[in-house]
């Protein structure tokens, strides 16, 4: 690839990189434009999106064994709905190769300014009740080598995940993460990654979890399971079947959603807006609802390798 020739990748980076430094979770981020969890699930691309000008990226959803994910096919594009659906299944290395993958990533780029977090799950074949062991796992594995955690408990493609968003078991797994945190030398700022279908009543519930001091923030919203106001005609999306719906369709849900957090989320959470992000405008409107950092994914699939140039240009003229 283009990107494994250093001068023609620091041409491409010195292209592509802009400069909004952003404040969040205690540190300086080079910009506040991410990449969403799914896209480099493996941590193999690190180089190659940090040359397109990510100012973070977000690996995994890790697990604690290697799986295979969801039989193929499994990602479908909707071009009359700038969307695609997925349901990939948590699809990865497992966290022992992907932590060993980090740890010469970190190595080999010892003045990277790029942020990189770390996005974990539990394995289908664990049963819901044993699920707290794997997160606690990942984030046991991966602590070292990543600089911040997100729990998916959010993605539509594990059977019986989301179950897992009701407040006991959020309380109990981020209190034993918490503890774990603690301990190390340096902690790490703790998210959670909620479905833009939940109700405001189950949303209430989540952020009863503020009070307690148990995560630092929430990424709104992960995919939905709706299917309502499609341009793709029905019996294209009944064929293509089950999955997460991402991009334009999803905006407008996950901005309602991040704005009533945030009318009731107080100062100390972080939000990160993710959700239909194709343009500065796209990214400008996620900020205006409270979000401090912005994640794409189905933007950068549409809209090519310069959606982050060209979505900071665009913030820069209009804040």
Partial sequence: MLCSITWIRKLIQNYCLIEHPTQA?????????????????????????????????EIGTVTPLAQAGNDQPRLFRLPKDKALINRMGFNNDGVDTIASRLKQWRAKNPNSKMIIGGNIGKNKITPNDQAASDYIRCFEALHPWVDYFVVNVSSPNTPGLRALQEKSFLTTLFSE???????QPISKPLLLKIAPDLSFEQIDEILELEPLGLLDGLIVSNTTIERSGLKTNE???????????SGLP??????????YIHQKNPSSWTLIGSGGIFTGIDAKTKMSHGSKLIQVWTGFVYEGPLVVRKILQSLKSIS
């Fill in 25 to 57: 979770f205690g540190q300086t981020w080079i910009n506040p434009v991410g990449l969403g969890a799914g896209f480099d699930k493996n941590a193999c691309y690190l180089r190659e999106l940090e040359a397109l000008g990510f100012g973070f990226v």
């Fill in 177 to 183: 993460l918490k503890s774990i945190n603690q301990k």
């Fill in 235 to 245: 019996t294209t999306i009944q064929k293509i079947g089950a999955g997460g719906l």
């Fill in 250 to 259: 999803v905006q407008e849900k996950s901005n309602i959603v991040l704005s």
